[in-house]
T-cell receptor, first 112, second 114 residues
């Protein structure tokens, strides 16, 4: 199941703190994505990137930020402006925006 | 933007029966419809997908049908087995100005009883 690595597996955030979730892929994929998974709500798109140094907001981008400085890396920062950050975060990549997604194993973020 | 509705939210069947999960989408420009299976504590994995120029696709016990006119697509699992128990998600990929965005349905919890 290699190819996309997310870390850490579990993360705890204190109030007012920014935290960064890591996502690395060695599949040479151009496109990368961040989804948030809440029980009963499916997967909701936070941000996606078609190519290095470019990214687009998804459906729930408020309170999150991303960067795409390298093709293989797409870190997600959950800022203090995100008032309900507790969720399971999934990173994914695809050859390009037309192709199928491969998911990482996810990061469970909880608030202390 | 695209909106994907998935039904039912839970589905319970006996081993050997068939299971059908249905999704509707709102954006007529959507052109790609994958189905993902997520076992408990694991990552979603693609099980089958279909593009808008095809009406049906089969892969062993799994099939997907697409009705572009009605804007709905369905997953069919025949001869279900306990290992088919998982959460299944449908998705639709937008066209037009939202090109590339993959919108997921809310998920269906499938339980196959031995």
């Amino acid at each position: 199941d290699g190819g996309i690595t997310q870390s850490p597996k579990y993360l705890f955030r204190k109030e007012g703190q920014n935290v960064t979730l890591s996502c690395e892929q060695n599949l040479n994929h151009d496109a990368m994505y961040w989804y948030r998974q809440d029980p009963g709500q499916g997967l909701r798109l936070i941000y996606y990137s078609q190519i290095v140094n470019d990214f687009q907001k998804g459906d729930i981008a408020e309170g999150y930020s991303v960067s795409r400085e390298k093709k293989e890396s797409f870190p997600l920062t959950v800022t203090s402006a995100q008032k309900n950050p507790t969720a399971f975060y999934l990173c994914a990549s695809s050859q390009d925006l037309r192709e199928k997604l491969f998911f990482g194993s996810g990061t469970q973020l909880s608030v202390l | 933007g695209e909106n994907v509705e998935q039904h039912p939210s839970t589905l319970s069947v006996q081993e050997g029966d068939s299971a059908v999960i249905k999704c509707t989408y709102s954006d007529s420009a959507s052109n790609y419809f994958p189905w993902y299976k997520q076992e408990l504590g694991k990552r979603p994995q693609l099980i089958i997908d279909i593009r808008s120029n095809v009406g049906e696709k089969k892969d062993q016990r799994i099939a997907v049908t697409l009705n572009k006119t009605a804007k709905h697509f369905s997953l069919h699992i025949t001869e279900t087995q306990p290992e088919d128990s998982a959460v299944y998600f449908c998705a639709a990929r937008a066209g037009g100005t939202s090109y590339g965005k993959l919108t997921f349905g809310q998920g269906t919890i499938l339980t196959v009883h031995p």
